[in-house]
């Protein structure tokens, strides 16, 4: 069966009720999604931007030192926008490297081979289509070469810490001895200016999130009355959890699939939704202990609201800590 429709079965079967946020993205979401990174309110896209603008010619030094060809593999690259800035400069700087974007969406890889080098002549492009760990397995059979990783635009926060202990743990075993990560990771700051991110004045965040329910509407046969559910956001500042909800505005029933499964939601029953988790330095350096990552550089934007961390591969058998 569908893994979409067994997903949301399970998510809405459950007591409290989820939906997994890596189904925001079918056509629909992506546009929204677009208009997020460009919306004033989400701040997240503009600092990575600033961060390239401004370190690309140091992160660029540390990518070089070892010397040599390498290859960069980008986890979730999506229209290479946050990347293009670095890329660019590395092939002004004449770098020998291959740029391995990985995506799930087959589309995204069509586009990044056939516009990125018209954008930035002379980049070599090598796209991969499926999911982030085969992929990235398949770079390794591809090519022997040392190897960046980049995983960028804050997408390690959509994952709870231990999920992303997990994650960086399974990305570490992955990787081979001196191969480097630049991880892009929202920071802890004012908690208002955090909130309006997620529950912003153009009401985008919330149409993200209703979407899913349009998409479950429309690829698995529901019936989700869309305008009977609204967005409610939360931020805590002690954790740095930042999460998303629909909230049932009344008790409803809901039919989904073929055989019209029902649903029920009592009135002001939660669905949560996602999860974009803060960092600060000491939850920084857990994460890159626990999973085995050596630090070596940070990067923030000016008013330090976000950073590119960049880690090394720890050889497993070290037990130095940061
Ligand atoms: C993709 N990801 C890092 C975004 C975030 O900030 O968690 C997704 C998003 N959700 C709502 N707005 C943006």
Not at 172 to 177: D, E, F, N, Q
Not at 251 to 257: A, D, N, S, T
């Amino acid at each position: 069966m569908d893994q979409f429709f067994l997903d949301v079965k399970k998510g809405l079967s459950s007591s409290p009720k989820y939906l997994l946020s890596k189904y925001f993205y079918d056509k629909a979401g992506d546009l929204i999604f677009e208009q997020i990174m460009r919306s004033q309110d989400y701040y997240l896209t503009r600092c990575e931007h600033e961060i390239f603008e401004e370190h690309s010619p140091t992160i660029a030094r540390f990518f070089n030192a070892p010397g040599g060809a390498y290859d960069i593999i980008e986890l979730g690259a999506g229209d290479a926008s946050k990347t293009s800035h670095l890329l660019q400069h590395l092939v002004d700087e004449r770098h020998d490297f291959t740029y391995y974007p990985i995506d799930i969406s087959s589309q995204v890889i069509e586009n990044l081979e056939t516009k990125l080098p018209e954008a930035i002549p002379g980049l070599k492009v090598k796209g991969l289509n499926g999911e982030y760990f085969p992929m990235l397995r398949k770079a390794a059979e591809l090519s022997k070469r040392r190897k960046v990783i980049l995983f960028l635009g804050s997408n390690i926060g959509n994952m709870f810490p231990d999920e992303a202990t997990t994650f960086c743990r399974t990305l570490h075993h992955l990787m081979g001895p001196m191969d480097l990560l630049l991880m892009g990771v929202d920071l802890k700051k004012n908690p208002r200016t955090i909130l309006r991110a997620y529950d912003d004045e153009e009401g985008l965040t919330r149409d993200f999130n209703l979407n899913l329910l349009h998409r479950i509407n429309e690829e698995l046969n529901a019936n989700f009355c869309v305008d009977d559910f609204e967005h409610y956001q939360t931020y805590d500042p002690e954790t740095g959890s930042c999460k998303s909800y629909l909230i049932s505005a009344k008790p409803q029933k809901v039919r989904i699939g073929a055989d019209r499964e029902v649903f029920s939601f009592k009135r002001d029953e939660s669905i949560f939704m996602e999860v974009s988790q803060k960092y600060d330095s000491r939850s920084l350096r857990a994460l890159a202990n626990s999973s085995g990552f050596l630090y070596v550089e940070q990067f923030y934007d000016p008013d330090e609201w976000f950073t590119d961390v960049l880690w090394l591969k720890r050889p497993e058998n070290s037990t130095d800590e940061i």
